[in-house]
Nanobody, 115 residues
Framework: QVQVVESGGGLVQAGGSLRLSCTAS????????MRWFRQAPGKLRELVAG???????DYRDSVKGRFTISRDNTNNVVYLQMNNLKPDDTAVYYC?????????WGQGTQVTVSS
């Protein structure tokens, strides 16, 4: 059974950094695309960053140059390094696994950026 678990959220001041981790079990990480989404109160869930099985990455415009997605296939972990955080980055961040194993979501981790 595939499971996806996020960690690393928290409270940080504007300009600070956080690193989110997403651990996948029950499948081989390298054959799946991994994506980070976020959802702020009252807003739709939005795609933040993605990384394909081949390692290609993509970001929404508002986080380009500040966020970096990476993967450690040996340990089945995907990271989202978030630098220069802004209050608008405040949201619940979700990890998503999409591929031969199916479409799976984690439970989410809260990121709060204070001004």
């Amino acid at each position: 059974q595939v499971q996806v678990v996020e960690s690393g959220g928290g409270l940080v001041q504007a300009g600070g950094s956080l690193r989110l981790s997403c651990t996948a079990s029950g499948t081989i990480l390298s054959i799946n695309a991994m994506r980070w989404f976020r959802q702020a109160p009252g807003k739709l869930r939005e795609l933040v960053a993605g990384i394909t099985g081949g390692g290609s990455t993509d970001y929404r415009d508002s986080v380009k140059g500040r966020f970096t997605i990476s993967r450690d296939n040996t340990n089945n972990v995907v990271y989202l390094q978030m630098n220069n955080l802004k209050p608008d980055d405040t949201a619940v961040y979700y990890c998503n696994l999409l591929g031969p194993a199916g479409n799976y979501w984690g439970q989410g981790t809260q990121v709060t950026v204070s001004s």
